[in-house]
């Protein structure tokens, strides 16, 4: 028998609430990230985890934003740790408990990144491992998710049991590659190279069948070109250059490898689930392109940039969604 605190905490937080709960934190959590970083607010506290010293910081918006960010995240850790003790503690949820200690390791870890971003003073690398960290959480947490309200039956699990089945290893690629796009994207973004390109599809307004929008006013902004000495010409001559368009390389082979995926493995699937994961990968890598084409044009407006992330992240999670369906729906697959 339960003891009593166990089944109260049982009733009224339930397991699939709680994980639900998490997803929908992590979700804006990653965005908020490149909205803090985008802002210049990422050592507005130079310090971790105090904030100039002190439990309260002094007044500010980009310190408000960091604070912000902070508090939103250790709030997520406080409820990673009460799934992971409920997974442990009540039978019924047994069968949860390893994901869940590693949705808590990772969330311990990305509370490091988060620390090392501050006392490294936003080395890229870590920046990048702290964005991929979050896209693996929110990842990890659908997953489970998907698992607490489906919970199939014993009859069920033995018809499916778990394991990377063929469509499973398939979406697994899918993920991985998806990975590989947004540690590209990642490192661009942390180091800044998205400013030094405003053209598209080459660098600068001066490349080969390129185009920009320099001279463009939008309200009392005028777009300019990047300067003439850090401009290269049918090559990027410079790193940050380079570094942008590699990431361009990779998303756009990536995407249509994706899609062409998604097309193949997942839309013509006879499971209505896998089906709408497939058409919503395959709507989503065009209207990801579509906002990195105007987050170049537009000089990485704040709003545009975040959308960027954002669609990154959500992509991640329908990815992560037909995973868990591939492994453990009960009709062979």
Known sequence: MQPFYINFVDRVFCMKWLVLAAVVMTWPLISFGALVR?????????????????????????????????????????????????AYRVKEYRPYRHLSLVCLILVVFQGILGGLTVTMTLWPPVVTGHLIGGNLLFGLLVYLGWLTFYRPTAAERELSPFGFSPLGKRIGIMAALLLMIM???????STYSGYTCEAFPGC??????????????????????????????FLPVYMNEWIHMIHRLIAMTGGTALMLMAWRWLVRQPLPALRKSGWWVMILIPLEVLVGIANALLRVPIPVSV???????????????????????????
């Not at 991640?316 to 062979?332: E, K």
């Open 38 to 86: 985008l802002h210049g607010a990422g050592l507005s506290c130079p310090d971790w985890p105090l904030r100039y010293g002190r439990l309260i910081p002094p007044p500010g918006f980009e310190i408000a934003m960091e604070v912000g960010h902070r508090f939103w995240a250790v709030m997520l850790g406080i409820l990673i740790v009460w799934m992971t003790i409920l």
């Open 204 to 233: 600068h307004e001066g490349a080969t069948a390129s185009f920009g929008m320099s001279g463009a006013v939008f309200g009392e902004t005028k777009l300019t070109a990047a300067p003439l000495d850090l401009q290269g010409r």
């Open 307 to 333: 959308l960027h992330t954002a669609i990154t992240a959500t992509l991640f999670g329908i990815v992560s969604y037909a995973l868990v369906q591939a492994l453990h729906m009960p009709s062979p697959l």
């Open 183 to 189: 540690v590209s994207g990642g490192y661009s973004s």
